[in-house]
């Protein structure tokens, strides 16, 4: 028999997990929107968002009552504070993928400037990070969760690489401008998201190893 | 004679005040570096931007402490959940003043592209929303609190105007493009910092009436 404390934990996971699956789908509907030229894709993501809104909030909820009913101990615990936390970080994967879906709109609306092979590259490499940080953090696994950390670098610079190769096209032709800004905001939403994945992450290895790898690489002042 | 418990929940008060003064003063420099045209600024930018990385994990400790040992009730559960998300808003409030002070860096190697009139008034109104979003938040004022949610607009606004100014700047002159560039990640930098006060402030809402505001007004699907 299972104690009840123990159920809700389950429960937890599971909302967790049905969240980030939403929120994986979402981005990824948003950037096919843009690669397939449909807008009803794009249409799809927000009504998503209504429902990535609405779990966040139940899964708040959640936390809250198995704090005041449970006062959980030690793992559960620090399980918990890091719940509320990817919470935060899932819900705002869903508004990326609105800010991208708007995006995309905007840009069915003019021929296409270039064809589109680093933004569904990056699009991959993002749902999978957050694919594995979301599995990480259900199976408590730091190995996987250190290899999310790792992936961040490489959307980092696929964005710089595309936000170089974009400037380009603005200065070669005023008329790319407006395209080639809807196609570097796209990519900084991206970069963003797997930013998300990455606190996940990172998270997942404070949970696990009771250590914070957080900060410990800060950013250098460049020269 | 004051309980354990409440005199860590006044530490832990004391701390968020100190990590959103740290933020906000992050913010305010980065601006300034640009306006007054002084990398020093921007400099001081990323040393605060360690102390801020190191109170993130305080106040985190510091959370998961009370709730482990006090196994707080009530309204002080409801607190200490906030303050983890809070924690993570202001940390990523640094994070983007960081960005400005690095773009700001750029921009301070080339000639000034046009006076910059709406950058330093969005940092202000930014800046504002921010005091008092964490004012809001120790007094559990859900009045200011509602102000802050309702300056977020201004602020969208502020970007919106100027993101269109810069696109013409751009179309106009390609010598421009690079600056107006950076101008425009700057602006969005400062739009984002708006959203997590406005963050912020949703929960404080939340905190005080038990009611949750945020997605009430869930965005519309653009025509």
Known sequence: MHRRVDIEMQELRRDLLHMASLAETSIGKAVRALVVRDSRLAEEVFRTEDEINKLELAIDDRCLRILALHAPEASDLRFITMALKTNSDLERIGDQAVNIAERAIELLKEPPLKPLIDIPRMAELVQRML???????????????RDVCRRDDQVDELDDQLFRELMTYMMQDSRAITRAMSLILISRHLERVADHATNIAEEVIYMVQGKNIKHHAAPEPPD
Not at 132 to 137: E, G, M, S, T
């Open 131 to 145: 694919k594995d940080a979301l599995d990480a953090f259900v199976h408590g696994d730091a190995v996987i969760a």
